[in-house]
């Protein structure tokens, strides 16, 4: 099965950055490539899930939502199995729990649909604050 464990995360003031770290492992049953969607989410108490950027490992071809584009930056390493989420001018609203998924299909290029994502890590907490 596939495992992802997320890091990078803390607190921060506004207008500071931090880069998040998502770690790829495993396989996935029943698929032959080594190329899959990887995506980044967050969410707070009350709201929905909300997802911010994915990334296709095969090309590096990049979706963002609106409210994360020209600030967050998603990038990859497939040496070490690894997707990066930039995250600068963080503002305070930006503050959540941010969560790494997974699927095997090629990422959707104008949304990140949390229910299209099959495996997910734990999450790693990003606090916002002056």
């Known amino acids: 099965q596939v495992q992802l464990a997320e890091s990078g995360g803390g607190s921060v003031q506004p207008g500071g950055s931090l880069r998040l770290s998502c770690t790829v492992s495993?396989?996935?049953?029943?698929?032959?490539?080594?190329?899959?969607?990887v995506g980044w989410f967050r969410e707070v108490p009350g709201k929905e899930r909300e997802g911010l950027a994915a990334i296709w490992t095969g090309g590096g071809q990049a979706t963002y939502v609106d409210s994360v584009k020209g600030r967050f930056i998603i990038s990859q390493d497939n040496v070490k199995n690894t997707v990066y989420l930039q995250m600068d001018s963080l503002e305070p609203e930006d503050t959540a729990m941010y969560y790494c998924a997974q699927d095997v299909y090629v990422c959707s290029p104008r949304t990140v649909v949390a229910g299209e994502f099959r495996y997910w890590g734990q999450g790693t907490q990003v606090t916002v604050s002056s």
């Open positions: 495993g396989t996935n049953p029943g698929y032959s490539s080594t190329n899959y969607c």
